[in-house]
């Protein structure tokens, strides 16, 4: 429903949340067994994210929170949107989520 042209709306969150938290880490894990495990180093790159988010935002206190948080929170983003597909796929009904 969304994603479509012209306004692409959600496609850049979706494709950040599946870089950070699914294609990223997979490529550590494939590259540290198949070529060297010196590619486990490139796992630096997260914090040095979550140093980029924090100084964008001002560098105060809150901002190096948000910026974690932000970081971190890409890796449950990217399992619900695998889930949605795989529902998706297997056509599976949506469940309401109701929150009290």
């Known amino acids: 429903m969304h994603g479509g042209k012209p306004e692409r709306h959600g496609v850049a969150t979706l494709i950040r949340a599946l870089f950070w938290g699914v294609a990223l880490p997979v490529f550590l894990a494939i590259g540290a067994i198949a070529i060297t495990p010196w590619v ?3 796992v630096c ?3 040095l994210q979550v140093v980029r988010l924090a100084l964008r935002s001002g560098g105060k206190k809150g901002d190096w929170e948000d910026a974690l948080f932000l970081v971190i929170g ?6 619900g949107i ?3 597909w795989y529902n998706r796929l297997v056509d599976r009904p949506a469940k ?3 929150y009290k």
């Open 40 to 42: 486990l180093l490139l």
């Open 45 to 47: 790159i997260y914090p």
């Open 74 to 79: 890409k890796f449950p983003e990217a399992i």
């Open 82 to 84: 695998i889930g949605f």
């Open 96 to 98: 309401l989520i109701e």
